[in-house]
């Protein structure tokens, strides 16, 4: 097999991993303990870096988190990413203690209201050119800005692109080049046809490659091939994680995972032409911010009660907090969304209620029913 012509991105540095240009690809992971647990998200990153991830991405939302981020980088050698998603003002608290910031577009707009997103954005280079860091402008279809929703209606990629571009333009007027960017959707056609359009508009900026929600083993990781594979072997993508929903003490199987499809990939090894018709369950990977730890029991539990429906062309989410759940849930035909103490329910984008934990898939096996029953009706 001839090696794969890799689209000639400019290389960015996240400490001493180079990611784009002639370097390798490589694979990353997130913690998905809470991050004011220094101890657990301390082991956990060593964890993932023992496995080989060139970066190990935490979340911080708050001032505690950020504290907490300072103590977690005393304790591991792993290249640390943080995940800021609105909270761009707590930047300069986190960027001394790693090696890269990942901020999301579609959530700048939440604070500062009045001021000009190229402004958030330069202020957020400025940290990170002070303090060495690179900075990854990650899209995600649960999450774009409302204007690009507007700009381009019914046409999701089109606005995640669009998005893209233009904070690309951002950086270019800014002068500030250490940067990679990510498009990511659940459905694996779609991250596929969003990265190529970037990728031909800007062959220059290399790409984090990643199917978000890809949920649980093993369709988590066939979703991710169906996409890397396409992506990959055009020469598209410069790092890639695998967002899988796994208990904490596996969620080193990202990496392996990860490592595994790149190897693949690269060995001429395709496997990835699999039916992906029938029930499809999004569920995101977990992080720091889940609203109840018990998440992955439940994404586990609503696979195992609805396995009696793998035929039917239905598709559920089950998002673990309020960051992308609303929004991913949209788009499934039945959607669960976690919070503290309730989980709420949405049928084709409209809220159905919030159920306690104990009773939640007694009422998505009734609604999982009815939907099947209408189907059939009208067969
Ligand atoms: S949906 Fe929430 S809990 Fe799940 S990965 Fe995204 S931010 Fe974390």
Known sequence: MPPIQRNSTRAVYAGDLQIGSDAAISVQSMCATSTTDVEATSAQANQLN??????????VDSAKDADALAEIRKRTKARLVVDLQEHYRLAARVAPHVDKLRYNPGHLHHHERSRPMRDKVRELTEIAGQNDCAIRIGVNCGSVAPEYDERYPNDSIGAMVACAIDHCGYMDEIGFENFVVSLKDSDPAKVVEANRCF??????????????EAGLLPFGEIKTRVAFEQLISQGIGDTVRVSLTL???????????????????????????????????????????????????????????????????????????????????????????CGPRTVNVKRAGEKLGSYGYDEVLQVLKKELDQLIAVRETTL
Request: a negative charge.
């Open 50 to 59: 023992d496995q080989g991830a060139g970066l190990v991405r935490i979340a």
């Open 199 to 212: 990728a031909a508009e800007r062959p220059d900026v290399p790409l984090h490659l990643g199917v978000t």
């Open 247 to 337: 208990p904490n003490d596996r969620k080193h199987e990202e990496v392996l995972v990860g490592k595994s499809i790149v190897a693949d990939i690269e060995a001429g090894r395709f496997r990835s032409v699999p039916d992906l018709s029938g029930l499809n369950i999004i569920s995101c990977p977990s992080c720091s911010r889940v609203e109840n730890e018990r998440f992955v029991d439940l994404a586990e539990n609503v696979r195992d009660l609805t396995r009696y429906a793998e035929a039917h062309d239905v598709t559920i989410a089950v998002m673990g907090c309020r960051v992308n759940g609303p929004g991913e849930t949209d788009d499934a035909d039945l959607g669960l969304w």
